[in-house]
Structures are given as structure tokens and as C-alpha cells.
């Protein structure tokens, strides 16, 4: 009888276990809120200053860096969409600019998880506008945690080597969340690619596979930091150098990159992407001179032309810090035990 009482109290407290694992799961809810990237967009506050848009919507040449910019994604894409498009003016590209806030708790207090790029694509012959691509441009302040203040105090001493304990897998499992929630589903047919720039500590070899739309192909036999922390978001790599790129980029994605997504939404990924990097990292994706066939990209690298738009390459380093110490005092602190709980049970 008492051995019979006491596996039914360990039902229960099994199941008392389960019914709070999965109310924490439940609590842990999205909401979204976004606004157009044009010439007259504004930061919200919320909005990471070392983001892309908001880096260049900054000064007095706000305006013209903003136009500046649309211009220059709009050209890229009706030179790649060159089909029926005999004055390269077929189309334009509008940018959506996505935040998603995350509620730990239910209480309606949320905290600005992540923002991404939704593209949409206009047609200006058909009058049509077309779904794009979600994701493209990745921004998360828990992200700058990771990096800017949990992985440099740990590396603060050169002896130690090894990665903070479970680095990344907090973010990871955020962003996985949200990719499987009610909320991504009911606004976003797709998975999300995200585009990033190629790693500047690896090389990359050119492979024979071609896409019409993505390029060739580059492999590298060991992967970054950045693709390590992407791993754990649940995506994969894959680098292509697009058709008169002069360097390949780094797509991350779920599923089939070259199947799941038609060419005009890669376009407007590539289109989008490739102008931010051209005016962020000149040195490897607006250099004089096409990457080889054996490719190790350098922020050293000399032989390169400037865009019109300038920014503060180590302003932005120093924001991410303060950025990260942001997210850790107003999120992970306050949160701490909840989270690592939460993040330990966590199962897609």
C-alpha cells in the first residue's frame, strides 16, 4: 500500500513537472510589430542601433543614405531578374522591418527578442506585389549577450580556449520558438533565410555547382563561429557567389535553399544583403576584383571602392557591447533561473 502511494505521488509529481514545462512553454509567447525601411523611416527605440537599417537612418544624411541605399537594392534586383525586363526597371523591393518582442511570463511584459527583413517585391509591369523572403538582415540583442560580454569575459584570459558552457543554446532555442510559434505561422508562410557575410577567418573553395540565380557555389572545411552559433538556431549554411558578385555570402536556412524559394525571392534576399555588405564590408563584397576559386575574405583588403554611404565601423563595435550589457541587466539577469529552466526542457 505505502510502496503503491508513493509511485502514485511520483506520478504526480512527474506530471505536476510536465504541466509546468509546458505552461512555462506556453507563457513564453511572440507578438510582432513592424514599420517600412524608405527614406523616411526612424529607428524605434527598441531597435538595435548597430542594426543595418538603423545604422544608416542615423545624421544629417539620413535621407540621402536611406535613398541612397533603396536605390541601390532596387538596381541589383532588376539586374538579376533580367527575364521580360529589357529597361532593368521592372521592379522594386519594399523592406519590412519586423520586431519581435518575447513574453517570458504571460504578464504582458515583453522584451525585444529579435528583428528581421521581410521583402516584398513590386511589379511594376503587372501591378503586382509579391511575397518575399523573411529573415535576410538577423538583429538580437541576446545575440550581442552572447558575443560582446558572456564569450569576451570568458576569452578574456588567452589561455582559456573553450566556449562558455551551453553558449548560444539560450538564443538558439528562442529563435526556434518563435520559427515554430502560432504568431511565425500565422504572418509568414516560409521559413525564414537569413544572409550574412562570408567569415573573414576561413577559406572558401568554389565548387562546379551553378544556380541560376545564386551562383556558383563555395564550400569551406570548417565552419565559423557564427555558422556554430547558427547551428544551434536550427539552420544550415550554404555560401553562393551571386552573378557578377564579387564575393559569396552566407545563406542560412531551413529545409531545401534551392527549392523551397522561387528566384525572385532569392533575388530580393541577394538584392537586399549584397547592398548592406557592399556598404559594411567594402573590403570583401565591394572589392575590384572577383573572388578566386580559392577565396579568403580580408577586411585588409586595399583594393576596393567606397559606396556613397559611410558609417562607423568601430562605433558599431563599441554599441554592441553596450547592447549587450543591456540585454543582460534588462533580460537574462532578472530572468535568469526561468530561462536556463526553460532552455534546458526545451524540445521543438
Not at 510536465?18 to 526612424?42: A, D, G, K, Q, V
Not at 521592379?91 to 528583428?115: Q, R
Not at 559611410?310 to 532578472?334: M, V
Request: neutral net charge; contains cysteine.
Amino acid at each position: 500500500m505505502k510502496a503503491n502511494l508513493q509511485e502514485d505521488l511520483r506520478i504526480k509529481d512527474k506530471k505536476n513537472i510536465e504541466n509546468t514545462h509546458n505552461t512555462m512553454r506556453n507563457e513564453f509567447t511572440f507578438t510582432l510589430e513592424s514599420i517600412y525601411f524608405n527614406e523616411n523611416y526612424i529607428p524605434s527605440n527598441s531597435t538595435r542601433a548597430t542594426t543595418n537599417f538603423a545604422n544608416l537612418a542615423r545624421g544629417a544624411s539620413r535621407q540621402e543614405n536611406l535613398r541612397n541605399t533603396i536605390n541601390m537594392i532596387n538596381n541589383r534586383f532588376n539586374t538579376l531578374a533580367n527575364w521580360d525586363n529589357p529597361n532593368n526597371d521592372r521592379y522594386s523591393v519594399e523592406l519590412e522591418i519586423v520586431s519581435v518582442y518575447i513574453d517570458i511570463d504571460g504578464s504582458g511584459k515583453s522584451f525585444p527578442s529579435i528583428e528581421i527583413l521581410k521583402t516584398h517585391i513590386i511589379d511594376h509591369k503587372t501591378g503586382k506585389r509579391i511575397e518575399g523572403i523573411v529573415g535576410n538582415n538577423f538583429s538580437s540583442y541576446v545575440r550581442d549577450y552572447d558575443f560582446s560580454v558572456l564569450l569576451s569575459e570568458h576569452t578574456k584570459d588567452e589561455n582559456n580556449s573553450s566556449m562558455p558552457a551551453n553558449f548560444g543554446e539560450l538564443h538558439g532555442n528562442i529563435f526556434k520558438h518563435f520559427v515554430n510559434s502560432d504568431t511565425y505561422k500565422k504572418h509568414f508562410t516560409k521559413p525564414p533565410v537569413i544572409c550574412l557575410s562570408v567569415s573573414n577567418n576561413k577559406t572558401y573553395h568554389r565548387t562546379g555547382n551553378h544556380h541560376p540565380v545564386l551562383g556558383f557555389e563555395y564550400q569551406t572545411s570548417d565552419s565559423s563561429l557564427t555558422d556554430q552559433y547558427f547551428k544551434k538556431m536550427g539552420v544550415q549554411a550554404r555560401y553562393f557567389m551571386p552573378p557578377n558578385s564579387v564575393a559569396p555570402l552566407t545563406f542560412y536556412f531551413f529545409g531545401e535553399l534551392l527549392t523551397d524559394y522561387t528566384n525572385l525571392e532569392l533575388i530580393s534576399t541577394i538584392s537586399t544583403m549584397e547592398t548592406f555588405q557592399k556598404i559594411y564590408r567594402p573590403e570583401i563584397y565591394n572589392a575590384n576584383s572577383a573572388a578566386a576559386s580559392c577565396f579568403k575574405p580580408s577586411l585588409n583588403n586595399q583594393d576596393h571602392s567606397l559606396t556613397k554611404i559611410i558609417y562607423n565601423r568601430e562605433e558599431r563595435s563599441q554599441l554592441a557591447i553596450e547592447q549587450g550589457k543591456f540585454a543582460e541587466k534588462h533580460f537574462i539577469l532578472p530572468n535568469k533561473s526561468v530561462l536556463e529552466q526553460w532552455s534546458a526542457n526545451f524540445a521543438i
